[in-house]
């Protein structure tokens, strides 16, 4: 059995064992750190999880400020339960673990009509863009959540998938439904995409007057400023975003916006006080104007 005890700290939470569960002590700082476990490394694709402590019978979660414990406490608890009974021991080999108990949570993002459903596995590494379902033929997932539910685009990236729901429905009518329905499809292993599926790509050039010319040494510093600086925000907001473009003579800067950024209403915003901003600091006199294509 675990029991849920607070700590001093507001943002650790510890998860006590009835049993011992390591004679040592272990501290995480990401997923790359917990080789020897598979159980926080599930935990670390949970977006507010930010170091996991195991020593003695516990395990302490330290949490980023983007939910409340009271949220999330309680699934922890029982993803760790059930994880230990299944394997006996929080660091049981990669090879021995044969099916991982799925663990999906809803997360609202500023899009009002975008909902991030997080998941506590990788999901691809490849960003996968539906926008109708005409397009999902090689997602069967994204085929399944349109036929079910009336959806407008879907976004998958990494371990979470953003969905865009019409304008015709309410979250609150379909959200636990469709958590449900996604954590199962995921549990039985089904397949994101077929072996056939391409994404799409967005072809990156300097634009001129005359041509098109290949990436340069500017267009590479705004995707440098862009991946480091803006896509982590971006991401965690269940969306990404993608260089285009770069005009040396406007200083315009081009991006392609997906997943809850595409559409939403704060873009506006997100673009002249985060991503411009941010450009212009970084790389001054080189950036003027930030437009999204898409947004």
């Known amino acids: 059995m675990i029991h849920i005890e607070r700590t001093e700290n507001d943002s650790i939470m ?7 569960l390591t004679k040592d002590s272990f501290e995480y700082n990401n997923v790359e750190d917990a080789k020897n ?12 999880v930010k170091k996991v402590f195991i020593s003695a019978n516990f395990i302490a979660i330290e949490r980023y400020k983007i ?3 009271q949220d999330v406490q309680e699934e922890l608890k029982a993803m760790i339960e059930k994880y230990i009974q299944a394997y006996g021991s929080v660091f049981t080999k990669e090879a021995e673990v044969q099916k ?59 371990n979470y998938i953003s969905i865009a729901k019409s304008d015709a429905i309410e979250w609150f009518e379909i959200l636990n439904e469709m958590r449900s329905y996604i954590r199962q499809y995921l549990q039985d292993e089904k397949p994101l995409v077929t072996k056939n599926y391409k994404p799409k790509e967005v072809v990156v050039f300097e634009k001129t007057n005359t041509e098109n010319k290949v990436v340069d040494a500017v267009s590479k510093e705004i995707i440098s400023v862009l991946n480091e600086y803006i896509k982590p925000a971006v991401t965690a907001d269940g969306g990404n975003i993608m260089f285009q473009s770069y005009d040396k003579e406007s200083k315009c800067v081009e991006v392609v916006l997906q997943g809850a950024c595409s559409g939403c209403p704060s873009s506006t915003i997100t673009l002249k006080n985060g991503i411009e901003a941010t450009l212009k600091n970084v790389l001054p006199n080189k950036v003027e104007k930030v437009v999204a294509i898409n947004g």
């Open 67 to 69: 939910v409340e414990w």
């Open 100 to 158: 991982v108990a799925i663990q999906v949570y809803a997360e609202s993002t500023p899009n009002p009509n975008v909902t991030k459903f997080v998941c506590n596995k990788f999901l691809s590494k490849q960003m996968i863009e539906v926008l109708s379902i005409d397009e999902a033929t090689e997602v069967p997932i994204a085929k399944e959540l349109f036929n079910r539910y009336e959806i407008k685009e879907i976004f998958i990236s990494e």
């Open 14 to 20: 510890q998860f006590v064992s009835d049993s011992m």
């Open 37 to 48: 476990s598979m159980l926080v490394q599930q935990l670390f694709y949970l977006p507010f």
